[in-house]
Nanobody, 118 residues
Framework: VQLVESGGGLVTAGGSLRLSCTAS????????MGWYRQRPGEQRETVAT???????KYSESVKGRFTISRDDSKNTVYLQMDSLKPEDTEVYYC?????????????WGQGTQVTVSS
């Protein structure tokens, strides 16, 4: 299974970006999906998660500004990021719990850099 992210880049404060992450390979179903972020030398933190039934959770720092969504027909999870702040500058990683013939696989994307200038 491979997860490929796209949509990161450079944006000025107050702007928006939309991240996408698509899974490919041996996939029967996907349960939870999520977005995480990490700064060099720090632990990875949860940004947002979405369950198979569409229930969402957000970290307090992004609540009201970011929106997570999923398209199971495309094996894709999205993160719409609005009202971006310089402190949102981090590497963002997607995660999916994928079920295939081998059981459940906890899969991660390669990471995409988001940089917000002031």
């Amino acid at each position: 299974v491979q997860l490929v992210e796209s949509g990161g880049g450079l944006v000025t404060a107050g702007g928006s970006l939309r991240l996408s992450c698509t899974a490919s390979g041996s996939i029967r179903s996907i349960s939870a999906m999520g977005w995480y972020r990490q700064r060099p030398g720090e632990q990875r933190e949860t940004v947002a998660t979405i369950s198979r039934d569409g229930s969402t959770k957000y970290s307090e720092s992004v609540k009201g500004r970011f929106t997570i969504s999923r398209d199971d027909s495309k094996n894709t999870v999205y993160l719409q990021m609005d009202s971006l702040k310089p402190e949102d500058t981090e590497v963002y990683y997607c995660n999916m719990m994928i079920y295939n013939q081998f059981g459940y696989e906890d899969s991660w994307g390669q990471g995409t850099q988001v940089t917000v200038s002031s």
